[in-house]
C-alpha cells in the first residue's frame, strides 16, 4: 500500500531555532496536509496543500507540495516551546471510495524554553 | 466551533471482551472515518463509512469489528473479542464531503488487559 516516510523522526532544538521537517511517497498525491498532535489529543490540521509546487504559510508555518507530487515538507519559523508535538503529515491519493488519508510516520518536535 | 466529540476518553478492558466506541461527527457531515494509533506509532486508516455503508477499509478492520450509524447523529466502533494488540487510541474523523478536510476527535484510548 502507500507509505509515507517522513524524517526527521526526532528533533530536540532551541527556542527560536527553525525547524525543517519533510515527507516523502513513493507514489503520487494529489494533497499534502500537515497535522499537529499534542500528547493525549486528535490531530489538528495546520496546513492543506493542493497543487504541485504550492508553497502555503499558516503563521510560523510554511510547506510546501512538492513538484513531484511525492514530496512535501513543513518549516516552522521562530520555535516556541508550544511549538512541542508531533508533527505528521499525510497525503491523499487519487480516487478512493472516500479519499482517505494516509499519514506519515511523525516528527516529534521538543523545544527547550 | 463544531467538533468531534468521542466517549469514553478510556476504556480498560479484559482481553475477549466486547468493546463499543462512539463519536459524534460533525452535524453536517457525510463522510465518517475511523483511524487506529498504537502508543508511539502513526496514525492508522481502518474503515471510512458513507452513506449508511462502508465504503473502504483496512487490513486491520477484520471481522472482529464492526461500524455503525445508529441514528442521525452517532457513529460507533464495535470491537467484538478484544485482543491485546487492539491498544491503541482511536480516532473518529468526519468530512462535509469528498474534497473536505478531517476533523479529528481527541481519541479513545482502549487498554486491553
Known amino acids: 500500500g502507500q507509505q509515507l516516510n517522513q524524517s526527521p523522526q526526532s528533533m530536540f532544538i532551541q527556542e527560536g531555532e527553525d525547524v525543517s521537517m519533510n515527507c516523502t511517497s513513493s507514489?503520487?498525491?494529489?494533497?499534502w496536509l500537515w497535522y499537529k498532535q499534542e500528547p493525549g489529543e486528535g490531530p489538528v490540521l495546520l496546513i492543506a496543500l493542493y497543487k504541485a509546487g504550492e508553497l502555503t504559510s499558516n503563521g510560523r508555518l510554511t510547506a510546501q507540495f512538492g513538484i513531484t507530487r511525492k514530496d512535501s515538507f513543513l518549516n516552522i519559523s521562530a520555535s516556541i516551546p508550544s511549538d512541542v508535538g508531533i508533527y505528521f503529515c499525510?497525503?491523499?491519493?487519487?480516487?478512493?471510495?472516500?479519499?482517505?488519508?494516509?499519514f506519515g510516520t511523525g516528527t516529534l518536535l521538543a523545544v527547550q524554553p | 466551533e463544531p467538533e468531534v466529540t468521542q466517549t469514553p476518553s478510556h476504556q480498560v478492558t479484559q482481553m475477549g471482551q466486547e468493546v463499543i466506541l462512539r463519536c459524534v461527527p460533525i452535524?453536517?457531515?457525510?463522510?465518517f472515518y475511523w483511524y487506529r494509533q498504537i502508543l508511539g506509532q502513526k496514525v492508522e486508516f481502518l474503515v471510512s463509512?458513507?452513506?449508511?455503508?462502508?465504503?473502504?477499509k483496512s487490513e486491520i478492520f477484520d471481522d472482529q469489528f464492526s461500524v455503525e450509524r445508529p441514528d442521525g447523529s452517532n457513529f460507533t466502533l464495535k470491537i467484538r473479542s478484544t485482543k491485546l494488540e487492539d491498544s491503541a487510541m482511536y480516532f473518529c474523523?468526519?468530512?462535509?464531503?469528498?474534497?473536505?478536510?478531517?476533523?479529528f476527535g481527541e481519541g479513545s484510548r482502549l487498554t486491553v488487559l
Open positions: 474523523a468526519s468530512k462535509t464531503d469528498y474534497t473536505g478536510e478531517l476533523f
Open positions: 463509512f458513507y452513506n449508511n455503508e462502508i465504503s473502504e
Open positions: 499525510a497525503g491523499r491519493g487519487y480516487g478512493g471510495a472516500t479519499n482517505k488519508l494516509i
Open positions: 507514489s503520487i498525491f494529489n494533497t
Open positions: 452535524s453536517n457531515h457525510l463522510y
